[in-house]
């Protein structure tokens, strides 16, 4: 349980970094933003992966007995939540998390949600809570689930202290929640190229995932799990 509860310590301080413009900038200075980028990707992806080890290491205690039905929310939420997070990072994004460099502008994916990324990976952590029934799971995806969502209110926090009449005309024509811009007539839904390329990618990665690679990753074959 320590080793779990301090990777994930550093996996929120982490991820704490770019909401600290100060550090953020300095970094950016000092390595460059390409270096900065890379670097921190790496990081990012090397403590979620030792917060999954360390969590796979807890003794499995059952909350509820799983069904055949549960194991829906994952693969139809995972695709989607694959789409958002892809395109969320490839896009320009002043408003929230994003790999790209930063303007005024934000892409088209911000017309859905100006989270994207976020909103990605808490789709993802509320899928696998539904579909795994054990503590080690919940505590998982459930800490992976509040960490979206405080990141979405640190942003929200952030851009509002940000006095620039850009910014604010970027959050008259986007929503937290995803479409209710578009539903509202404030954006209207087009199709840029993250859009498309994260469109391809989360096709690929969500075929290889049921075809043999999350069973090959996590030992759980999503389809198989359909037939309990």
């Known amino acids: 349980m ?22 953020r900038q300095r970094l950016i200075e000092f390595l460059g933003r390409r270096t900065y980028l890379g670097l921190y990707s790496l990081a990012s992806l090397l403590s979620l992966i030792w917060v999954f080890h360390a969590a796979f290491r807890l003794d499995y205690f059952e909350l509820w007995p799983q069904e055949a ?21 490839m896009s320009p994004n002043p408003l929230s998390i994003t790999a790209r460099r930063n303007g005024a502008k ?7 949600t100006r989270h994207p990324a976020l909103w990605g990976f808490l789709l993802w952590a509320i ?35 940000n006095a620039d009449t850009d910014l604010d005309r970027a959050r008259e024509n986007t929503s937290i929640l ?10 209207r839904f087009t199709l840029d190229m993250p859009m498309l390329v994260a469109l391809i990618l989360s096709a690929l990665l969500t075929a290889w995932m049921l075809l043999g690679g999350h069973a090959a990753l996590f030992g759980a074959d999503p389809l198989a799990m359909t037939t309990i």
């Open 106 to 112: 934000s892409g088209a994916i911000s017309a859905i």
């Open 2 to 23: 320590i080793l779990f509860l301090l990777a994930i310590a550093v996996f929120i301080a982490l991820h704490s970094v770019p909401a600290i413009p100060g550090i």
């Open 127 to 161: 899928g696998h809570v539904v579909a795994n029934g054990d503590l080690r799971s919940v505590m998982l995806f459930g800490i992976l689930t509040l960490f979206s969502i405080f990141g979405m209110v640190m942003a929200e926090r952030r851009a509002r202290r």
């Open 178 to 187: 995803p479409f209710v811009a578009i539903a509202q007539r404030r954006a």
């Open 69 to 89: 039905w549960q194991a829906y929310f994952p693969i139809i939420l995972t695709p989607v939540a694959f789409f958002l997070l892809l395109a969320g990072l």
